[in-house]
């Protein structure tokens, strides 16, 4: 006993250092970027007001791209709005009237500060849970898949983009409706895997890539396009690259979709899985 | 005391701001070169500073960090590497006499010397850092290219914040 406590005391130094080491290494393999973390909601309040503050003076940088974007969205819109549509006179056709629910709710936010040319990306949203904005929500603008939100606090939300390696996506080919799963290799932010396609898919480069229906995300969100594939040696699947509609360099205007009702599809599916 | 400790704060607040608002957002070399400035914080802490406060600080600071990258515990666990082999570097880059004062400089050790200790920690850091970051993708080479072209971007900005805050005379 006495031998261990001099032990400690002289090599007291080292010992400390192991001692917050752990600590850091706790911290670093403790955070599961699916679940809600202290750390972030902790984080994201203080570190939130200062990215606002630099998001208000660079907005004034991205603004006519934005503008760009902005206009041609809302060209979209005019082309889906009623008063794009005209009347079909009823005398000469049928129409089958079938009362719609709606499914998916959008919801815009603003980018307020992001990451692209790290290993570990993130982007912050200048909305939060008192606007409705709750984790396992989708992100998507105007090109495409983005990610989806990870925590909130009152007034931002943490959003894991597709070009985080922990991010996990259920993605399809659009003709051919073959399955895969999107998956990132941490190198370059227009590029991302995808993987577990079977071997006997039969698709050419350049075919679309998008998004299968989840609890998150309706079918056919576009992802991206087929930049490359090669088959896997001993294995049953390929080894596809696609190339990523959203250019995360400039994700700024974004789109929050709710699904509303995933819980019914959730809880259908645990009850089956126990 | 108070005037060294309050200087200290200071450097701590501005460098970590100029970290998260500029230059997180700054690669040259189309990604291969990040800057990771805030490291300075720790290069110029007092000398006599106790061994077993030295650990607690790099926590700290490593900590604010993660906070604005969202990568928690990795700048932590980077800058407590660091801050650990400071005084075996500081100890065995002293001359016979000593050190004359207490804040390292390239005015007090000498340029070269000054050098070679903010670059071995520096060094030190990235490497740490950037394999904690690329951890499960298995690309050393990646990592080992990542972390010495950083290391040069951050020391040259390193000496030209020391020439800024410290002017040297040249005799």
């Known amino acids: 006993m ?15 250092f192991i001692f917050f080491q752990f600590i850091a290494f706790y911290i670093i393999f403790n955070n599961n970027y699916f679940q809600q973390s202290t750390f972030y909601r902790v984080g994201s309040n203080i570190t939130g007001s200062i990215s606002e503050q630099e998001a208000k003076i660079t907005d004034y940088l991205n ?10 969205e809302n060209a979209d819109l005019y082309n889906n709005s009623i008063s794009s549509f005209m009347v079909v006179n009823k005398e000469f056709s049928i129409i089958n009237d079938t009362l719609n629910k709606v499914k998916y709710k959008y919801a815009p936010a603003k980018v307020i500060n992001s990451t692209f040319s790290k290993p570990f990306n993130f982007l912050t949203l200048n909305k939060g849970s008192l606007n409705g904005f709750n984790k396992n929500m989708g992100i998507v603008n105007e090109r495409g898949l983005v990610g989806v939100i990870t925590s909130t606090s009152k007034n931002y939300s943490i959003v ?6 922990q991010s996990l ?34 698709f050419s480069v350049g075919d679309t890539v998008i998004t299968r229906e989840t609890t998150i995300f309706p079918e056919g969100i576009p992802v991206g396009r087929i930049h490359s594939f090669e088959k ?21 205007y974004v789109n929050c979709i709710e699904n509303l009702i995933a819980d019914e599809q959730e ?3 645990n009850a089956t899985i126990e | ?29 189309s990604g291969w070169g990040q800057p990771f400035l805030y490291v300075y914080i720790l290069l110029v802490l007092p000398i006599n500073i106790p061994k077993r406060i030295l650990l607690p600080i790099g926590f700290l600071v490593g900590l604010t960090m993660d906070f604005f990258t969202h990568t928690p515990g990795i700048h932590a666990s980077a800058v407590l590497t660091m801050v650990f082999a400071r005084p075996y570097l500081l100890k065995a880059l002293r001359s016979r006499e000593g050190y004359e004062s207490n804040i390292p400089s390239a005015k007090l050790m000498g340029f070269s010397k000054f050098y070679i200790y903010s670059f071995i920690l520096i060094l030190i850091h990235h490497i740490w850092l950037f394999s904690l970051l690329y951890f499960s993708t298995g690309l050393w080479l990646y990592v080992l ?11 040259l900005l390193t000496s030209l914040l020391q020439l800024f805050a410290q002017p040297i005379k040249y005799v």
């Open chain 1, 2 to 16: 006495k031998n261990l406590i001099r032990f400690i005391v002289e090599n007291g130094y080292p010992i400390v």
């Open chain 1, 169 to 202: 996506f259920s993605v399809m080919l659009k003709d051919q409706h073959y399955f895969g799963l999107l998956k990132w290799d941490g190198k370059n932010h227009t590029i991302s895997k995808m993987t577990d396609v079977s071997n006997h898919a039969v």
């Open chain 2, 1 to 29: 005391m108070i005037g060294l400790l309050l200087q200290n704060i200071l450097r701590f607040v501005v460098l970590i701001l100029f970290q998260a608002l500029i230059l997180n957002h700054l690669t040259i070399f």
């Open chain 1, 267 to 269: 809880e259908l599916e």
């Open chain 2, 145 to 155: 290219g990542h972390a010495l072209v950083s290391s040069l971007f951050t020391l």
């Open chain 1, 232 to 252: 896997i040696k001993g294995s049953n699947f390929l080894d596809v690259e696609v190339e990523l509609f959203v250019d995360f360099s400039k994700v700024y």
């Open chain 1, 160 to 165: 894991l983009p597709i070009i985080h390696p």
């Open chain 1, 63 to 72: 603004l006519a791209k934005a503008n760009i974007e902005l206009s041609k």
